[in-house]
């Protein structure tokens, strides 16, 4: 990002990855539905907007990027988002997020639906593949959409995260990338 330009961050939630941007001198709009998040957002540095993912309030073509961080994975529909974060965006304009990877076969595991579903996740958090993604963005009229793969540990050690850092990740190469990355960075152009 670049010192002036206007970015959008959906799914701001407590304004981290927006605090995270404004550093790059961007004017950044944090925007989330929920309320109780972003009141603890509040005070980090970025303008912090009640919103819904579905109908944003914000002008056609008003920001040169909008970023989504863990957020389609809790979006009700997950076409509309992309179409208002295409029509919020200016043209020539970068969607930028990254999601948990529908490929990895832990997510599929820990975040599907089967009886290993994680009770910590919410009901509507699935992971999503980078190739259907790719095809949503299509059909919204994005293009030159690239993703690629990795895995992050978490502040919280648990024997998840242990697992995942000692054993999978040091594999997690090649071929195998696609299926042991939890997670995705991905990104379009309007």
Known sequence: ???GERVRDLAAGTATSAAALAKSGALVVGCDFSL???KVGRGRGVDLVAGDALQLPFADASFDAVTIAFGL?????????LAEMRR?????GRIVGYDPNGFSLQNRIFMGNGPLRLKSFSPEERPIRPTDLRAKCATAHLHDFSSDYFTFQNETTTKFEMVQSRLINPIAKGPLKKYLDRWYFWRAVK
Do not use: F
């Not at 994975?73 to 988002?81: E, G, K, S």
């Open 73 to 81: 994975r809790n979006t009700a529909d997950i076409q509309v988002t």
């Open 1 to 3: 990002l670049a010192a």
């Open 88 to 92: 919020v965006t200016k043209p020539g």
């Open 36 to 38: 109780g998040m972003l």
